[in-house]
């Protein structure tokens, strides 16, 4: 079974497959209310713990965090540092958890292997979703009043495409 995670200091999404690409598991772990940097890194080992003791996990896959500064609208320095930090805290738990090395993937090369194509001026993050949406039975998101994606859909898409992507390079290998 692989785990996809999709890391952020915000919101993390995890996704569960299995060797057929069934969704076993797929959940948006909502730390925006977690003030400090290591209660959130409690709160996601807490949340690590509890997935090895209901899943087999043989593979765990981390989305590459972005590592090109953008001035002009882009994340700052400080919230780069600060979301490498995280990654690097979180993908320490799953080897100290798991017992496994995570497999880093950056989100062109996952899109790639998902065959999700983005065009010029669309948004990566509303493509993804619909096209997990659109193709992937048992995906479901729920929607405020207003019409959009409750808070973590984007996560828990990104992080399914994470783990499939994972799972597509274990079949071509």
């Not at 709160?43 to 090109?68: G, R």
């Not at 405020?144 to 597509?168: C, M, W």
Request: hydrophobic share 40%.
């Amino acid at each position: 079974m692989i785990l996809g995670l999709d890391i952020s200091t915000s919101i993390v999404g995890a996704t569960i497959l299995d060797e057929q690409n069934n969704i076993l598991y797929c959940e948006a772990w909502d730390l925006r209310k977690v003030k400090n940097f290591f209660e959130k890194g409690l709160s996601i080992k807490n949340k690590l713990t509890d997935v090895k003791k209901q899943h087999a996990i043989t593979k765990i896959a981390i989305e590459k965090p972005f590592v090109v500064f953008r001035s002009m609208r882009g994340s700052s320095g400080a919230t780069m540092a600060k979301l490498q930090s995280f990654n690097g805290a979180v993908s320490w738990m799953c080897y100290d958890i798991f017992g496994l090395e995570a497999e880093y993937i950056s989100p062109q090369a996952a899109r790639k292997l998902c065959n999700i194509k983005i065009s010029r001026g669309q948004k990566s993050k509303e493509v993804v979703l619909n096209f997990v949406l659109d193709n992937v039975d048992g995906f479901g998101v729920q929607y405020t009043k207003h019409g959009n994606p409750v808070q973590g859909s984007f996560d828990r898409a990104d992080s399914y495409v994470i783990a499939r992507a994972t799972l597509i390079q274990c079949q071509q290998n």
